[in-house]
């Protein structure tokens, strides 16, 4: 499989303008602006082949959409080599724009008056695609999303779902190689977001699309992605599969302890109470400190217990644990 995109040693520096207070010294900064820096991105490297689907997640502000925004060359490094498909995107933006689709926050595809059938006529004019083609292409992907009841509606009348759906399939509607999806699936109910998790396996399956997807809906990544890189205060933290990472870094486990009383379990003070519930409680521990059988020794001795579960770590609990304010970030 090839190389479609190759990120080397890339730095992302914003500068920011410094407001200077008062009238003199506003002038002055007019002559002379001073600038407060921010790292955005800082060396990071990977590449990614045809086909793939790589989940690229961090917390907020970590340099996710910046890496996008490079990849699509709407932004310049400050640092480092950027090629896509073999092509700088910044100097190459507009041929790789053919061959890219990109969902990203308030950006739409979309034109809000219009009944979607004619947003989508109309990219075939923009797109340039053949009349046949892009026919029984546009109807191909109608059907896989089954948006076929939304096609006379202006899309301003879709709700926040049936838009969302709407918009990927014509990001698609160009065939493009690689789609970049800035959040996909934020604020859909869960059958929705079924739906679209199973538009994007099957197109990338049919076709080799390669995918990026930025979200911090982790249980997506676990459905979607083999492989995820990691990224946190603009730092490259992993790179590889999901599941070695769950291997490498899971070793918290989950017990939910349901109890007639009202007063929280006593345990340890490494067991972190994740959760509340109407019933019981949920506590987080570490594995390798505790065995299960010690856990539900500590929880025999409590009193009005009436049951007790374990659950295996998953993505989100592991993410959701390594970025909590009080955690120092145990890297390798
Ligand atoms: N145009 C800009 N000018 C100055 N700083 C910026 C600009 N865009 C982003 N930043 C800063 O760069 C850092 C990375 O931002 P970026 O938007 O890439 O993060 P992100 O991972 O996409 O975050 P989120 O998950 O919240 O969308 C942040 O500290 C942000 O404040």
């Not at 459905?223 to 205060?233: E, N, Q, S, V, Y």
């Not at 009193?303 to 592991?318: A, C, R, Y």
């Amino acid at each position: 499989m090839n190389r479609i995109i190759s990120v080397k040693n890339v730095s992302k520096i914003y500068r920011i303008p410094k407001n200077e207070k008062g009238f003199f010294n506003g002038i002055k900064g007019l002559l002379k602006r001073d600038a407060i820096e921010k790292v955005a991105l800082k060396d990071v490297s990977f590449d990614i082949t045809e086909g793939e689907v790589v989940a690229y997640i961090g917390p907020n502000g970590a340099g996710k959409s910046t890496t996008i925004k490079l990849l699509t060359g709407l932004l310049l490094p400050t640092s480092g080599h950027i090629s896509v498909k073999g092509q700088d995107p910044f100097q190459y933006r507009k041929q790789l724009a053919q061959m890219t689709g990109v969902l990203m926050g308030q950006r739409s595809n979309l034109w809000w008056d219009l009944p979607l059938q004619d947003s989508y006529d109309l990219l075939r004019v923009i797109y340039n695609l053949d009349k046949k083609t892009y026919k029984e292409w546009s109807q191909y992907l109608i059907e896989t999303m089954g948006i076929e009841d939304l096609l006379s509606q202006p899309v301003r009348m879709l709700s926040l779902g049936q838009r969302m759906k709407a918009e990927i399939v014509s990001i698609f509607i160009p065939k493009p190689e690689i789609v970049y999806l800035d959040e996909p699936t934020i604020g859909l109910d869960v059958v929705t977001k079924q739906k679209v998790i199973e538009f994007l396996m099957h197109i990338n399956k049919q076709f080799h699309t390669t995918i990026i997807l930025t979200t911090h809906d982790l249980q997506d990544v676990e459905k979607l992605c083999k492989r995820m890189i990691l990224i946190d205060k603009s730092i490259l933290k992993y790179d590889g599969t999901v599941s070695n990472f769950i291997k490498k870094y899971g070793n918290m486990k989950r017990v939910m302890i349901k109890s007639d009383s009202d007063n929280i379990p006593q345990l340890p003070n490494d067991f972190t109470l994740s959760e509340q519930f109407i019933d019981g409680w949920e506590f987080i521990y570490d594995q390798s400190r505790y065995k299960e059988r010690d856990v539900l020794a500590m929880i025999a001795k409590l009193e009005n217990v009436t049951s007790v579960s374990f659950k295996d770590p998953d993505l989100s609990l592991i993410i959701k644990n390594m970025f909590r304010e009080d955690f120092e970030h145990v890297w390798d």
